[in-house]
């Protein structure tokens, strides 16, 4: 009886595992994201999707501060996406060529950056 339960407890940690593992690994491959932040409060989100090559930059709160993010490929190509457009708001760009992308998330007020997360990077 022991056994069974035994059994029966690692049969399903592992189910659990496998099913985290392969959400986990689908998620990845659609998108990735940064969490601009400052004053300990997260102000934006700066995304980027592989399937349309599509870098998106998101206002979270209704405080005053835009987002930015700079951005470059291996290719050579490069470039700054605002959004000073308030809350709730997204700003997009495509990106050009192919390669690695490499970006990031900056909290800014009027045209200054007040916090920059580091680089993330995605195949383009």
């Known amino acids: 009886m022991k056994t ?11 189910s659990a595992a496998l099913m985290v593992t392969s959400v986990g690994v689908g ?3 659609a998108s990735s994201s940064l969490t601009g932040s400052y ?3 997260n102000r934006i989100t700066v995304s ?10 998101k206002d979270l709160r ?4 835009g987002g930015r993010s700079f951005w470059s490929t291996s ?13 709730n ?8 060529g192919s390669g690695t992308l490499s970006y990031n998330a900056c909290v800014k007020n009027g045209s200054t950056n007040i916090a920059c997360t580091g680089y993330a990077s995605d195949t383009v």
Request: hydrophobic share 35%; no cysteine.
């Open 62 to 65: 209704e405080d005053g501060y």
């Open 4 to 14: 069974r339960r035994i059994a029966a407890m690692t049969f399903a940690t592992l």
């Open 75 to 87: 290719a050579g190509y490069s470039g700054v996406k605002d959004n000073s457009n308030g809350y």
């Open 27 to 29: 998620a990845a491959n």
């Open 39 to 41: 004053g300990g409060v």
């Open 89 to 96: 708001t997204t700003t997009t760009t495509t990106i050009p």
């Open 48 to 57: 980027y999707a592989t399937s349309s090559n599509v870098l998106s930059v």
